[in-house]
């Protein structure tokens, strides 16, 4: 198929119900945040999309990317591995990526109707198997471990943890989420820079808000919310 993303959200337009799982062992058009492609070896990683329709505001949609960077991160630091959250949506471990998260809504009349959560997670694959540019950003659990994994176990683990983490969401316990998400991350309390389109912004890194944007103290101590961009950290901890 050519993106998980599109035959759940054909799926959500249809009537499917929320919890329905899209699973691929290859995407031709994988996507990911920003008009990025994402690119992954056939049969070896996990490329899923899930269809939820949660009771959120249209403006609190963001906490769905919150939910499921916490619960990835969570699931591997499970597994042995040292992985971190970088806003807002790829999982870091040893300065690699390993995982991104691409979520999509659809709204009609300020209202949710459903949101898709495409999970891209680099399992088995050795990045010799990956476009080149990006060989020396991404890793795999098996490249990080040695040893190569049962896809399955780790779809189903990660099913039942997203379950868990959502229904967090649902009973409004956002600031377990958020706290979960300051625990993961690994640009709290980080001097960095967010750029947005071409603009650029500089500042401490607090946490998120409740809506799941990125708190930035800029110099002079204004602060200021991110729902979308791209940060970089400029040097250790500054706080
Ligand atoms: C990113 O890092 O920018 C997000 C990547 C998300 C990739 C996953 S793979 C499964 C799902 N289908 C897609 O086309 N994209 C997401």
């Known amino acids: 198929m050519d993106s998980t993303n599109d035959v759940a959200r054909e799926y959500a337009e249809k009537g499917a119900p929320e919890g329905t799982v899209i699973l691929a062992q ?17 049969g ?7 269809i939820l329709r949660p009771s959120l505001r249209l403006e609190e949609v963001s906490l769905i990317t919150v939910m499921s960077s916490v619960t990835v991160a969570s699931l591997l630091r499970e597994e042995g591995f040292h992985a971190f959250i970088k806003w807002p949506n790829d999982i870091y471990v040893e300065g690699k990526k390993v995982a991104g998260i691409l979520t999509e809504m659809k709204s009609e009349k300020n209202e949710v109707k459903h949101v898709i959560v495409g999970i891209g997670l680099n399992v088995n694959m050795d990045s010799s198997e990956c476009p080149e540019d990006i060989q020396k950003t991404v890793t795999s659990l098996a490249m990080l471990s040695g040893h190569l994994w049962d896809r399955t176990v780790l779809v189903r683990e990660l099913l039942l943890q997203l379950e868990k983490t959502y229904e967090h969401l649902q009973n409004q316990e956002y600031d377990f989420l958020l706290s979960q998400w300051s625990r993961l991350s690994s640009l709290v309390g980080h001097w960095v820079e967010v750029k947005v389109s071409d603009k ?12 799941g944007a990125l708190l930035l103290r800029r110099e002079g101590g204004f602060i200021e919310a ?4 791209d940060v970089k950290i ?3 901890m500054s706080v």
């Not at 070896?44 to 899930?50: D, R, T, V």
């Not at 650029?200 to 809506?211: P, S």
């Not at 991110?226 to 961009?229: D, E, I, P, R, T």
């Open 26 to 42: 290859y995407q031709r058009q994988g996507r990911g945040r920003m008009m990025r492609s994402w690119s992954s070896p056939k």
């Open 44 to 50: 070896k990683n996990i490329l899923l999309s899930l």
């Open 200 to 211: 650029k912004w500089e500042g401490t890194v607090l946490g998120t808000d409740a809506k």
């Open 226 to 229: 991110f729902l979308s961009g």
């Open 234 to 236: 400029l040097d250790r």
